[in-house]
């Protein structure tokens, strides 16, 4: 059974860090490209990361390129979202998605299966 399981949301003060898990599980990790993309209430869901299937390759969103890091760990099957100087328009539910095209990727119609999100909250 497919499983991506997101982790490390939360509430945190503007300026502030969080680093974001996704644990994938019944699957080949190592070759699939990860995203991570949010959703703000109201808003459609964007890109916000995304890293190739080896981790050498990255691609950022212009929104948060400069504050947070993409990376994974193929032996444990994880993806992470590593968020620093946080802003309260990074306010959203974030999301890791996979896909079985290389990568990395930036539209979301490019993924085939997605977890089901982690609330992260930054307060003013």
């Known amino acids: 059974q497919v499983q991506l399981v997101e982790a490390g949301g939360g509430l945190v003060q503007a300026g502030g860090s969080l680093r974001l898990s996704c644990a994938a599980s019944?699957?080949?990790?190592?070759?699939?490209?990860m995203g991570w993309f949010r959703q703000a209430p109201g808003k459609e869901r964007e890109f916000v990361s995304s890293i190739s299937r080896s981790g050498i390759s990255t691609l950022y969103a212009d929104s948060v390129k400069g504050r947070f890091t993409i990376s994974r760990d193929n032996e444990k099957s994880t993806v992470y979202l590593q968020m620093t100087s946080l802003k309260p328009e990074d306010t959203a539910v974030y999301y890791c998605?996979?896909?079985?095209?290389?990568?990395?990727?930036?539209?979301?119609?490019?993924?085939?299966?997605w977890g089901q999100g982690t609330q992260v909250t930054v307060s003013s």
């Open positions: 998605a996979f896909s079985a095209l290389s990568g990395p990727l930036m539209s979301p119609r490019n993924y085939d299966y």
């Open positions: 019944g699957l080949t990790f190592g070759s699939l490209t």
